[in-house]
């Protein structure tokens, strides 16, 4: 069984900074297109950033940018989130997902994305 399972959420004070994992098991997605997005309540899933299969190259959604940082470790089959300088605007329940059939492209789509974890909560208290 396909399984992407988050880790690492939780409560923080604005300005703080929270590191998520995911990590992949069932099967690799070491040459897969990797992303992460957010969810908050009464509001549709949101593109936050994605990694190439290679982790060389990455694209953030304008809100993260300069904040967040998205990285992977192939051989670990785990993908990461740093969030630094957290914001209440930056709570919801953050989402890991996996383009399988897809290498470079950098989509930002939730349609795009096959895999998809349970989530993980992360509340920014103000």
């Known amino acids: 069984q396909v399984q992407l399972v988050e880790s690492g959420g939780g409560l923080v004070q604005a300005g703080g900074s929270l590191r998520l994992s995911c990590a992949a098991s069932?099967?690799?997605?070491?040459?897969?297109?990797m992303g992460w997005f957010r969810q908050a309540p009464g509001k549709e899933r949101q593109f936050v950033a994605a990694i190439s299969w290679s982790g060389s190259r990455s694209y953030y959604a304008e809100s993260v940018k300069g904040r967040f940082t998205i990285s992977r470790d192939r051989a670990k089959n785990t993908v990461y989130l740093q969030m630094n300088s957290l914001k209440s605007e930056d709570t919801a329940v953050y989402y890991c997902?996996?383009?399988?059939?897809?290498?470079?492209?950098?989509?930002?789509?939730?349609?795009?994305?096959?895999?998809w974890g349970q989530g993980t909560q992360v509340t920014v208290s103000s």
């Open positions: 997902a996996a383009d399988s059939g897809n290498m470079a492209a950098l989509t930002t789509t939730p349609g795009s994305y096959d895999y």
């Open positions: 069932g099967r690799t997605f070491s040459n897969s297109v």
